[in-house]
Each structure stands twice: as structure tokens, then as C-alpha cells.
């Protein structure tokens, strides 16, 4: 008998059926970057295309969901794509300098091609809000991931009651995205904005996002908030503050929907640097309802 | 199941022509300690005299044979703004491992779930799997070993054949084809009901030979409950966060990503290490923000993830038990002791 062992090529090993998986996962899209847009001091956006038409064509993902951006040699990390889903292959990054890696993109300009892998995680059920008020309640970079909720909103207006969008920073220079505000309120979204720190231009309230959302609510009934769906994003410190606040004035937990932020090196739930206990935040989030983080060790 | 039962010289000449055509690894000594014990390593074996079958039990796993603690997830060539990315799942041959204990061939079964059943299986780890051709060797339970709490002190699948000494006989259970053609080429029979005796004899009193136990009754819900325990300062005061509990874990698979550039600049590498989770970078983020700052939130969220979390997804613990760690650890920190503490239970 032959004794020597065969080798076994898995990928195209015909007995394991999920060959094509097994392909994928270090599989990149390749992709250019087409604009960058600064958008305060520290954080621009990035527009991406993937280059390949038909890579394009189907790529398609759901608000809520992020990619892992990778730039050969420099490294990869995780981001939540803050555009409209209806741009299929073509996404909207809002990225801060604070890394490596994000430092380095802020170097680059147009015309540089990137890696982009995904998407991965879960969505905002934006189908299940039909009919309903939205909470969207940002904190500094917060409004990155919420910026795709919005554009789905905008695009789907008439389907949605009451919108509103409760936003905060440190102070007005690290507002994101003001050229869009006007456009929000005219598709009678209602656009709050507070600063915890006021300069001598700013004319708007100063404070916390909860003196906002109390000050809301004392305004509004009961049945409006059964109604209600929220959708938060920020800081750690603020997801604590305003979901406890949230479920005091009455709104469900399972209408109370928060985007995680952890470190993340594969996106597929193996390398375990995003798990919160021992839930990987790449596949069973970003976006988790806040019953499902109330049981969670350690989420916010 | 096939069962065979074969004289002990008969094993030499298997293992000559295992030999003969592929690479075999197996356990070896490397020395002695300073307490004159010896050490065992996975290593390349050549000749039979070299394979320490009756090893107690290794010092590090196996695992750089399938998850290397550093490997290229692939490489770049640079051109401008431009690159070409190609990847390789860096093995070329099949493996044959001779004389894994069941708490190891567990501990792949268990690896298995993540890396190749779940959502996105991991390629670099299925294509060494596949080519893992394993001979599951029976243990003589060590002091330190609590697997038969984690129900891993015997294997049902994962593995080729499984060899126990029964005294003056090796009994073989024999779970594929590949496996069978093996054995056809020595001197094997069909056992006796006297060799099947002789098998439960063995197995009875090794049975009584584990010490060391862990209660997991209703270890996820006391886990939960136990999260704010001081215990877990106690412990986490010991820790010295160095990392060595998860290089010696068969089971630990998490892991870091790096890239680098070539210094011709034009091509970069994208390489995985293993981490460990007790290191204090491991939940950072850019800007500084560390999810798991204190080394007992590290140390707890080690036992969360092994014990509670892996429970919760697959129904069982991602610790075979084997007690390397423990053995491992300079702040002799082990298993048995943290969960009996929790629960309360005087040590």
C-alpha cells in the first residue's frame, strides 16, 4: 500500500462544503479612495470606491454595519460606514486621527488604493421603525455610525413619524458634518445641538445631551414614547447616562438600540480583541439592543 | 467504532513506516527541569527510541503545528499607489501526530467549533487541520490534571486511532480509513473479550487517579453572579498579566494583526500573532481608551471567556483541563483553585 499521506488542498477539497467561505476570509475588495473632505481638525471623510464594476454592483450593507479598511503595510482597522446604503460599492468613512493607521490616511490623498473587507456585524432595523418616532442621540464621533440611519431616514422620509437627532460635543468646533444640517431640517428632522463647552460664536444650548433629552421630554407624553425607537452612539461614559435616562421616561428596551466601539483585528469573530464578556462584538454586534447589553458584562 | 488490539513491538514497526514517507511529531524530552523531571515537547521524530510515549504531559501544546503562534496572512507587492495582495495558508504536507492525549485532541475538536464551523471559517487554520493525520495516545493522570471535570479525559472524535495500554498489549480503536489501511500493513487482530477486560481494567484505575477536580455545576450562572466577587482582586493581584497561561493554552486562539513594510519598500507582509488577553493592550483602542485596564478585569474576563462565554455558545468549556497553565504560571495561579474560590469553597 502507498503509505505517503496525500495532501489535502482545502480550498479545493471538494468534501468541505463551505469552500468558498474559506476563500473569503482574508479576501479584500480593492478600492480607491475618490474624495477626502475634511471635516474639522481632527476628522475628515473619506469617500471609497471599490474599483471592480461588478464588486461594486454587490456590494451592498445596512446601516449599523461597519468594514475593516486596510492600508498594505501600514495596517487595518475597523470602521462603521456612515453613508446611504443605496450607494452600493461606494462608502463614506468619517475616520479621526488617533491611530497608526488613521494618521497615515490622513496623509494620502485621492487616487490611493485601499483594501476594504466586509461588511460585518449586525444593522439598525430600520424596517421595524416604519411608523414610528426616532431618537438618533449622538456623542462626539458618534454621529459617524448614525450618519447612515439618517440617510436612510431622509431617503424614506414619509414612512417615519417624528425624527429627531440629539447631537453633542465638547465644543462647536468639533461639530461633524455642518453643511448637512440644513438639509436634515428640511426633511423635518429636528436637529438638537448642545456643547459642553460654549465659544463666544456659539448661541445654542451648552451642557450634557441628558439636559436636552429632559428638557424634551418634559415637553411630550406618554404614548408618544411607546412609540418611540432610539438609536445611541458615543462615548461609554454617555451610553450609560442616556439609556438609564431613556428607560426612565418609558421607552422599551428592545426599541433602544446602542453601536458598540471595540478594537477589532479580523472582523470575524476570531481574533476575540472585541469581545465584550465573551460576546464578539464583530459578529453579534456593532449594534446591539440595550436589553442584550444590560446582560452583557463590562459593554458600557 | 473498529477495534484491534496488537503485541507492543509491532507499534515500532508502525511508527517505521509512518516514518518512512511523512513527517511525524510526537513527544519528546528536552532536558530536565530543577527538580530533575523531565521535559516534554511536540517536536519532529525520526527515530521510535526518541517518541516518549508514556510522557506525562508538555509543556507547550501543539498548537504551533496549527495555530503558529506568528504566521503571514498574506503578502503585498507594492507598486506606487497601487499593490497586488496574494495569500498563502503556509503549510505544504500533511502532519502525522503520534501520541496526543485526549485533552489535546479535545482541545482541536474545541478549536474546530470556532475556526472552521462558525460563521467565517479561518482557512489558515482549516488547511493544517485537514492535514492533520492524529494517533491519540492514553495519559497517566498528573496531580495537576483536572480534564475529567471538563469532560475531556476521554476523546470521541478528532482523531485517527487511539492507542491505550492495556499491560502486555496496545489496544487501538481505529476511527478511519486512512487509519485502517495503517494498521492492515502490521500484525493486528481482532480483541479478545479477554483484551476488552483487560481495556476496562485500565480505564477503571486510571480513573482513580485524578486529584485535582473542578465543580462546573451551574458554573455559568455562579460566574455571573460571583462578576463584582473580591476574589477576582485577590487573584488579580497575583497576576503578573504576563501572558504565559494563554502560550501554554491549547485552546487559546486569540490573536493580534500586524503589517509592516518590506525594507525595499516595495512590499509589505501582513502577520497574525497569538496574544493573550491578560496583556494590557489587548481591548485598547486608538486614543487610548482600555476596556480591560486593571489586570483582574483581564484575569476574570480569561475564566468569563473559557468557562462561561464558550459554554453559553457551544455547550461546553473551552478548558480541556489539562492544567498547563497552573503548572505554568509563575504566580502559581491554577484553575481549580480560582473557580473553587468563587464559589466559595474553602481551599
Redesign the interface.
Known amino acids: 500500500?502507498d503509505?505517503?499521506?496525500?495532501?489535502?488542498?482545502?480550498?479545493r477539497?471538494e468534501e468541505?462544503r463551505?469552500q468558498d467561505?474559506?476563500?473569503?476570509?482574508?479576501?479584500?475588495y480593492k478600492a480607491e479612495i475618490t474624495s477626502v473632505h475634511p471635516l474639522t481638525e481632527m476628522e475628515n471623510l473619506y469617500q471609497i470606491q471599490i474599483i471592480d464594476p461588478e464588486e461594486r454592483r454587490n456590494f451592498k450593507f445596512r446601516p449599523g454595519q461597519f468594514l475593516m479598511l486596510?492600508?498594505?503595510?501600514?495596517?487595518?482597522?475597523p470602521f462603521s460606514i456612515s453613508s446611504s446604503p443605496v450607494m452600493h460599492g461606494t462608502v463614506e468613512l468619517c475616520i479621526?486621527k488617533?491611530?497608526?493607521l488613521?494618521n497615515f490616511l490622513a496623509k494620502v490623498g485621492r487616487?490611493?488604493?485601499v483594501?476594504i473587507r466586509g461588511p460585518f456585524g449586525t444593522s439598525f432595523p430600520m424596517e421595524e421603525m416604519h411608523g414610528q418616532n426616532i431618537l438618533l442621540i449622538a456623542g462626539g464621533l458618534g454621529l459617524a455610525p448614525l450618519r447612515a440611519p439618517i440617510a436612510y431616514v431622509q431617503e424614506n422620509r414619509s414612512r417615519f413619524n417624528n425624527v429627531d437627532i440629539i447631537y453633542g460635543t465638547k465644543d462647536p468646533s468639533q461639530l461633524l458634518f455642518t453643511y448637512q444640517y440644513d438639509m436634515w431640517r428640511k426633511d423635518d428632522i429636528n436637529l438638537h445641538i448642545i456643547v459642553e463647552k460654549a465659544n463666544k460664536s456659539w448661541k445654542g444650548p451648552v451642557g450634557m445631551i441628558t439636559k436636552i433629552l429632559e428638557k424634551m421630554f418634559s415637553k411630550r407624553n406618554d404614548p408618544f414614547y411607546k412609540n418611540t425607537y432610539a438609536i445611541v452612539c458615543g462615548p461609554?461614559v454617555m451610553f450609560k447616562f442616556v439609556c438609564n435616562t431613556l428607560t426612565e421616561i418609558g421607552i422599551p428596551m428592545q426599541k433602544m438600540f446602542v453601536s458598540l466601539?471595540?478594537?477589532m483585528?479580523?472582523g470575524?469573530?476570531?481574533?476575540?480583541?472585541c469581545?465584550?464578556?465573551?460576546?464578539y462584538t464583530c459578529?453579534k454586534g456593532p449594534v446591539f439592543d440595550y436589553w442584550t447589553v444590560m446582560n452583557l458584562?463590562?459593554a458600557i | 467504532m473498529i477495534f484491534r488490539v496488537i503485541d507492543k513491538e509491532e507499534l515500532r514497526k508502525l511508527f517505521y513506516i509512518l516514518v518512512a514517507d511523512n513527517t511525524v511529531i510526537g513527544p519528546v524530552q528536552k532536558g530536565t527541569d530543577r527538580d530533575g523531571n523531565p521535559i516534554y515537547v511536540f517536536e519532529e521524530v525520526f527515530y521510535f527510541k526518541d517518541l516518549k510515549l508514556h510522557y506525562t504531559t508538555t509543556k507547550l501544546p501543539a498548537k504551533r503545528y496549527f495555530l503558529p503562534f506568528k504566521e503571514d496572512l498574506s503578502t503585498f507587492r507594492i507598486n506606487g499607489n497601487d499593490w497586488e495582495k496574494s495569500v498563502d495558508y503556509n503549510i505544504d504536507r500533511p502532519y502525522i501526530f503520534f501520541g496526543l492525549h485526549a485533552c489535546d485532541i479535545n482541545a482541536l475538536n474545541k478549536l474546530d467549533k470556532v475556526l472552521i464551523e462558525s460563521v467565517y471559517p479561518m482557512p489558515y487554520y482549516a488547511a493544517k487541520r485537514k492535514n492533520m493525520f492524529i494517533i491519540g495516545f492514553d495519559c497517566i493522570p498528573q496531580p495537576y490534571c483536572f480534564c475529567r471535570s471538563m469532560g475531556a479525559d476521554t476523546v470521541l472524535h478528532g482523531f485517527d486511532m487511539y492507542i491505550t495500554d492495556i499491560g502486555n498489549r496496545y489496544f487501538i480503536e481505529i476511527l478511519s480509513d486512512t487509519a485502517y489501511n495503517f494498521i492492515k500493513t502490521i500484525n493486528a487482530k481482532e480483541p479478545k473479550e479477554s483484551d476488552h477486560v483487560r481495556y476496562m481494567k485500565t480505564v477503571a484505575e486510571k480513573n482513580k487517579k485524578f486529584t485535582a477536580h473542578v465543580d462546573t455545576t451551574d458554573l455559568t450562572k455562579i460566574l455571573d453572579m460571583e462578576f463584582q466577587s473580591e476574589v477576582w482582586e485577590y487573584w488579580g493581584e497575583k497576576c503578573l498579566a504576563c501572558g504565559t497561561c494563554s502560550m501554554v493554552c491549547p485552546t487559546c486562539y486569540c490573536y493580534g494583526v500586524e503589517e509592516n513594510v518590506e525594507i525595499d519598500l516595495r512590499s509589505a507582509r501582513k502577520t497574525k500573532h497569538l496574544y493573550s488577553c491578560n496583556l494590557i493592550d489587548f481591548a485598547e483602542v486608538a486614543g487610548g481608551h482600555n476596556f480591560r485596564f486593571e489586570r483582574y478585569v483581564r484575569l476574570k474576563y480569561r475564566y468569563y471567556h473559557k468557562h462561561r462565554g464558550f459554554v453559553e455558545a457551544y455547550e461546553e468549556s473551552l478548558c480541556v483541563g489539562c492544567g498547563r497553565c497552573g503548572e505554568a504560571c509563575l504566580a502559581g495561579i491554577t484553575v481549580p483553585e480560582v473557580i473553587a474560590s468563587v464559589r466559595g469553597e474553602e481551599k
Open positions: 500500500m503509505t505517503q499521506l496525500k495532501f489535502k488542498d482545502i480550498v477539497a468541505h463551505r467561505d474559506l476563500g473569503r476570509f482574508e479576501y479584500s486596510e492600508l498594505p503595510g501600514i495596517g487595518e482597522a479621526r488617533v491611530g497608526n488613521t487616487g490611493t488604493r483594501g461609554p466601539e471595540r478594537r483585528h479580523c470575524m469573530g476570531k481574533c476575540c480583541r469581545n465584550v464578556g465573551s460576546t459578529l458584562k463590562e
